[in-house]
């Protein structure tokens, strides 16, 4: 079992989404921004169940983000081996497409670019950046289409893509790679890591405006409104979901922070926020349990 050298995180953007589809009404735009980036994460960590497997010597490299010659490139998934770089471009398709070299036609005749132009993309890219760094290491680059309810008709053969139904044999495939690592390979991997870089989201969120979110706590299995405290359990009324009710509170207090970093946590906003615990000495309990008071009486906040 190979665990990641880099883990994947969850991305800041797709976090702050998933709280603003529950608390406001997204535009169509960005409602279907935000399917796409979880069905894209959700893709991606179907991906990396399959790389701990592994058994080879390797490091697993998740979510790079890196720049060669002025041009910034993303690397979902990639593995090092002792002679070769393998990296992956996870795609979640989901449908019946129809394979054209510039792009994928659905059957009601949407298209959509051929993934197959980031990848080379990607492979020139970084083939540059690991030169850059004297590595000789040989760059290999995939698309894996990671949903099995994904078919291309009219895919050529020779083509860098891994379908649902290969994806098992390609694992096993990748586990039959010779492969020792040394410390060059801890070293390259701890370089592209110290090089990775965030990129601020290209997508304007929705502006976070308090006033027009809905408030109230919600289930943190299926994101219902309908629950109730009874004791010391914040119950779910939809899915039966059972959470002590200061773990739900906290969590509520980091759903806050996400949104409203500049906004100090006092009890009076997170009552305000979680709306149905009415009284106030129970959140200021669960605040001092749980974070750092600053400050005395009215003026008391929490970090
Ligand atoms: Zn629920």
């Given at each position: 079992m190979e665990n990641a050298y880099k883990a994947r995180v969850e991305p800041v953007v797709l976090k702050k989404l998933r709280i603003l589809n529950k608390r406001i009404k997204l535009t169509e735009d960005k409602y279907r921004y935000y399917l796409n980036q979880e069905k894209g994460f959700q893709g991606e960590v179907q991906f990396d169940v399959l790389t701990e497997k592994?058994?080879?010597?390797c490091h697993i490299l998740n979510d790079l983000q890196l720049e060669s010659n002025k041009s910034r490139f993303q690397l979902d998934s990639s593995l090092i081996f002792q002679e070769t770089y393998s990296l992956f471009d996870i795609n979640n398709f989901e449908g019946e497409y129809v394979y054209h070299s510039e792009y994928f036609k659905t059957l009601s005749g949407k298209e959509f670019q051929n993934p197959l132009d980031q990848l080379k993309r990607s492979k020139l890219l970084l083939s540059q950046l690991l030169q850059s760094l004297g590595s000789k290491i040989t760059v290999e680059a995939y698309v894996i289409?990671?949903?099995?309810q994904f078919t291309l008709f009219q895919t050529p053969p020779n083509l860098p893509f891994i379908l649902p139904t290969q994806l098992d044999q390609f694992i096993k495939k990748l586990d039959q790679k010779s492969s020792r690592l040394n410390q060059s390979h801890k070293n390259l991997a701890d370089k592209l890591i110290s090089l990775h870089q965030l990129d601020p989201p290209k997508f304007q969120l929705p502006a976070n405006k308090y006033e027009t979110m809905k408030k109230g706590m919600t289930c943190c299995?299926?994101?219902?409104?309908?629950v109730t405290i009874v004791g010391h359990k914040l119950i779910c009324?939809?899915?039966?979901c059972q959470e002590l009710v200061t773990v739900a509170v906290m969590r509520h207090v980091e759903e806050f922070k996400l949104l409203f970093p500049e906004q100090k946590i006092t009890t009076n906003v997170i009552r305000d926020w979680c709306?149905?615990?009415?009284s106030r000495k129970r959140i200021s309990r669960i605040l001092g349990k749980n974070l750092k008071i600053t400050g005395v009486h009215q003026w008391t906040y929490y970090e």
């Open positions: 592994l058994q080879r010597d289409f990671i949903n099995p299995k299926c994101d219902s409104f309908s009324d939809r899915c039966g709306g149905i615990v009415d």
